[in-house]
C-alpha cells in the first residue's frame, strides 16, 4: 500500500512568486493535516480536513495560505505571494480514525526555499 | 495545547554510544509522543507512552516519563548510523485533532 506522497520534494521560488505544493493521502484516508518547519524550529499544525471539508484551520498563518481539497482526495496548499519567512519544510499527513490523532502517516515532506 | 522543547537541540556521538534526548513540556499531557525524521523523509512514529506510565522500551528505544518535572526523555542504546535523524516530542492537542511538537533534537551519530 502506497503511502502518503507530496510533491514536488524541494521548490526554490523567488519571494512574491506563487507556489503550489501538493499532498496526496492513503488511499481511503478521510483525514488530511498540513504541517509545517521553518528554519530549525518546531513542526506546527496548519490545518485539518476531513474529506473536503476544513475542520480545523486555526494554524494558518495568513491569507497568503490557500488548502483546497476537492472530491475528499488529494489536497494542494498555495502560497501567494511566497515570502522569505515561508521558507521550511511542508508536512502532509493523513488519518483513518479522526479520533486517533495518534495514527497519523507523514508524508516526506516538501522543502520550501524562498529566496 | 502543550508545546514540548527537545534538550539539547543537537547532539552528536559515536556509533555505539548510547544517545539520550530531553523533552519538556509546559501544560499537561495526553500522551507523549517522540517521532523521528530522517532527511528528506517524512515523520516517523517511534513510541507513545501515557501520561500514566513511567517507562517504555522498544527495541533499542527507552522513553521516561516525569510528570511532576514535566519532562520526557528518549534514550536510544547502541547507536547507529541509521539512527542519525532529527528526533521530536509531541503530544495530541487537547479537544483536537491536531499533533504540536517541539523543536527537535538533531542527532548524528559518527562512523
Known amino acids: 500500500e502506497a503511502g502518503v506522497t507530496q510533491f514536488p520534494s524541494h521548490s526554490v521560488i523567488e519571494k512574491g512568486q506563487t507556489v503550489t505544493l501538493r499532498c496526496d493521502p492513503i488511499s481511503g484516508h478521510d483525514n488530511l493535516y498540513w504541517y509545517r518547519r521553518v528554519m530549525g524550529k518546531e513542526i506546527k499544525f496548519l490545518l485539518h480536513?476531513?474529506?473536503?471539508?476544513?475542520?480545523?484551520e486555526s494554524g494558518m498563518p495568513n491569507n497568503r495560505f490557500l488548502a483546497e481539497r476537492t472530491g475528499g482526495t488529494y489536497s494542494t496548499l498555495k502560497v501567494q505571494p511566497a515570502e522569505l519567512e515561508d521558507s521550511g519544510v511542508y508536512f502532509c499527513a493523513s488519518s483513518q480514525d479522526p479520533e486517533s490523532a495518534y495514527e497519523q502517516y507523514f508524508g516526506p515532506g516538501t522543502r520550501l526555499t524562498v529566496t | 495545547s502543550q508545546q514540548g522543547e527537545e534538550d539539547p537541540q543537537a547532539l552528536s556521538i559515536q556509533e555505539g554510544e548510547n544517545a539520550t534526548m530531553n523533552c519538556s513540556y509546559k501544560?499537561?499531557?495526553?500522551?507523549l509522543q517522540w517521532y523521528r525524521q530522517n532527511s528528506g523523509r517524512g515523520l516517523v512514529h517511534l513510541i507513545l507512552?501515557?501520561?500514566?506510565?513511567r517507562e517504555k522500551h522498544s527495541g533499542r528505544l527507552r522513553v521516561t516519563l516525569d510528570t511532576s518535572k514535566k519532562s520526557s526523555s528518549l534514550l536510544i542504546t547502541a547507536s547507529r548510523a541509521a539512527d542519525t535523524a532529527s528526533y521530536f516530542c509531541g503530544d495530541r492537542c487537547e479537544g483536537a485533532q491536531k499533533l504540536v511538537f517541539g523543536q527537535g533534537t538533531r542527532l548524528t551519530i559518527n562512523p
Open positions: 480536513f476531513v474529506k473536503e471539508s476544513k475542520q480545523d
Open positions: 507512552i501515557r501520561s500514566n506510565e
Open positions: 501544560t499537561s499531557i495526553n500522551n
